[in-house]
């Protein structure tokens, strides 16, 4: 098995393990929902739909790219693409770096499509692959895979930094984004993995191309602690195991910026709930995602293990929204939550 395939295999055994989110929190702690005793609203009409990039979707959550590049991926791959077919949710694999590398490894991403073929897929790249001049065969062939609806560009600098065998060089990476806006004919979707994007660089990533940004804040999973684990046999950094932007600031910062301008922000890092997803919409999201909860259903009981969270969440969505008196994710807004003292 190629480094990358190691290093992904390694990636989903760690992050399972609770003992690699941030003690950090993700901020909606600091929030409390107002109560509507008179909410007017018959719960059987309350609606969880949402859109995103023009699709309207049956849940607001978006299944965080994870995996691919082994064998193993290729089920997980599987499991999230029957779900997210059968759902209507959006979602995205993991980074196709690897399938770049090693073109056998392409069907533990190509099986998406055939298990999911009308639902709406991302392609994912890191943005450090995309520095220097742009191979546009090879952008081609990740998002022809899978038929992507969307690509994925993740920025991961302090996951690269944490990483013994990670990248270094992070020159180029905005040019590199620019240059895939104009190749690309399909929108750009920017993340972080975890550590949260400000408003100077959205405020790049826009300038560049991109249509919708992902914060990835802190207070879910944490690659410093993951890459610290995997790696314990050498030098750890536990100082990086906090480091990063919660994703509540984040998603202040970057809804304040759609005064400005025109884009959609997605809430993720530390969704754990459906409290979790109904406080980012009254924070002015457009829509939420989640990577370590699906990953952990998925691992103690597949199919049936996302289905049932997911179902949770939604009974729970719905609850939220009739208890704040509303029928829809829309209505929600900062007068339905207050900070606590
Ligand atoms: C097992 C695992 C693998 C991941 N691999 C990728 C990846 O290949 N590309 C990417 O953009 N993000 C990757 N991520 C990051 C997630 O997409 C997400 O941004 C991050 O985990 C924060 O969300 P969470 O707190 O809900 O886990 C991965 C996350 C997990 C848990």
Excluded at 140 to 163: C, G, T
Excluded at 208 to 231: C, L
Excluded at 268 to 280: E, P, T, V
Aim: charged share 20%.
């Amino acid at each position: 098995m190629s480094e990358i395939s190691d290093r992904k295999k390694d990636h989903i055994q760690f992050t399972i393990d609770e003992g690699t989110q941030y003690k950090q929190r993700s901020g909606f702690e600091n929030y409390t929902f107002i109560h509507n005793a008179l909410p007017e609203v018959n719960i059987a009409e309350v609606s969880t739909e949402a859109v995103l990039l023009g699709k309207r979707f049956s849940f607001p959550v978006f299944i965080s790219s994870m995996t691919g590049g082994y064998s193993e991926a290729g089920q997980v791959n599987a499991i999230i693409a029957e779900f997210c077919e059968h759902k209507n949710l959006p979602f995205g694999v993991g980074s196709q770096r690897a399938m770049l590398e090693d073109e056998m490894l392409t069907d533990t991403f190509s099986i998406v499509r055939k298990k999911a073929p009308s639902a709406f897929i991302c392609s994912n790249i890191g943005g450090a692959q995309l520095i220097g001049n742009l191979m546009e065969d090879k952008i081609k062939r990740l998002i022809d895979s899978i038929e992507a609806n969307a690509v994925i560009v993740h920025l991961n600098p302090l996951q690269e930094l944490m990483q013994p065998e990670g990248d270094r060089n992070f020159k180029g990476i905005l040019s590199g984004i620019e240059n895939l806006a104009n190749s690309v004919s399909i929108p750009i979707i920017a993340k972080e993995t975890g550590a949260g994007i400000s408003k100077h660089v959205a405020k790049k990533l826009l300038n560049a191309g991109v249509s919708v940004i992902d914060v990835a804040g802190a207070g879910g999973t944490s690659w410093a602690k993951v890459e610290n684990q995997r790696d314990s046999n050498l030098d750890p950094h536990f100082d990086f195991d906090e480091w990063g932007n919660s994703t509540t600031d984040c998603l202040i910062n970057l809804t304040n910026l759609q005064w400005e301008r025109k884009f959609e922000v997605i809430s993720s890092g530390g969704i754990r709930s459906a409290f979790d997803i109904a406080k980012s919409f009254c924070l002015g999201a457009d829509f939420a995602a989640c990577a370590q909860p699906i990953i952990k259903a998925i691992s103690i009981n597949g199919l049936d293990g996302i289905d049932e969270l997911v179902s949770k969440w939604e009974h729970d969505l719905k609850m939220i929204l009739t208890l704040l008196g509303c029928t829809t994710l829309k209505e929600l807004n900062s007068s339905h939550i207050k900070l606590n003292s």
